[in-house]
């Protein structure tokens, strides 16, 4: 009975600690080191992440379909460089614009800075970890052939009800995961990483993708 109760895998204590640790992590970097640059600072970085994220979300297949298809090595990873290449690409160059544009640091009033410093920094914090939250989708962690489709996350329904809305074209309408199989196909990408690990010569072949799979996506 008493083993029943206590019955706790390696795996699953391991995941616990990962989906409370990233979170704390990112909140606990942000209030650490970006308290000090001031709320003005932090709405512009604000400002970058957001932009940057959609910029990601928007161009992130055609890049990892240019990846796959050229260099059939990546093609399980693919998808994961395409969307964080883009988000810190944009995030860097953002950032350096908006050194040289903003030069005069805004100061506000002690309780006004305090305050609103705190309130932009957890916007940040939500940017940050809801991007994560949806690239992790695209992950080049393997799954079980067994696991079915999990229901969308919060930030897969944001972009495809912000993509359909005020994102949306002037005379086109590029809905994000217009047909909602978004988590579906990247489920069945990492199962068939996860085979070819299991039936590969090897965990560094099983990893690496071959030329017929990119042939496929083409």
């Keep these: ?67 796959g298809t050229n260099v059939p090595l990546l093609l399980f990873f693919a998808d994961c460089i395409a969307v964080w290449g883009l988000f810190l690409v944009t995030f860097g160059l953002l950032d350096l614009a908006m050194r040289f544009l903003s030069t005069i640091k805004v100061k506000y009033a002690d309780m006004v800075e305090n305050v609103g410093n705190g309130i932009v920094l957890f916007l940040l914090f939500l940017a ?58 990247q489920l069945k990408r990492r199962q068939a990483l996860m085979l070819n690990v299991m039936t590969g010569e090897g965990v560094i072949a099983g990893l690496q993708g071959k030329d017929e799979m990119a042939e496929k996506i083409k």
């Design 128 to 185: 940050l970890y809801g991007f994560f939250r949806f690239a992790e989708e695209l992950g080049p962690v393997g799954e079980h052939a067994n696991v079915s489709v999990q229901a969308d996350t919060v930030p897969i329904q944001m972009l495809r009800i912000l993509s359909a809305g005020n994102l949306a074209g002037f005379t086109h309408v590029n809905q994000f995961d217009g047909d909602g199989k978004f988590r579906e196909l």
């Design 1 to 67: 009975m008493f083993g029943s109760l206590f019955c706790v895998s390696v795996p699953m204590v391991m995941w616990h600690i990962y989906g409370w640790a990233v979170p704390v992590v990112i909140l606990a970097v942000l209030y650490g080191f970006r308290w000090k640059a001031g709320m003005w600072s932090n709405c512009l970085s604000l400002g970058a992440v957001l932009f940057s994220a959609l910029v990601a979300v928007g161009w992130w297949e055609n890049l990892a379909y240019l990846i």
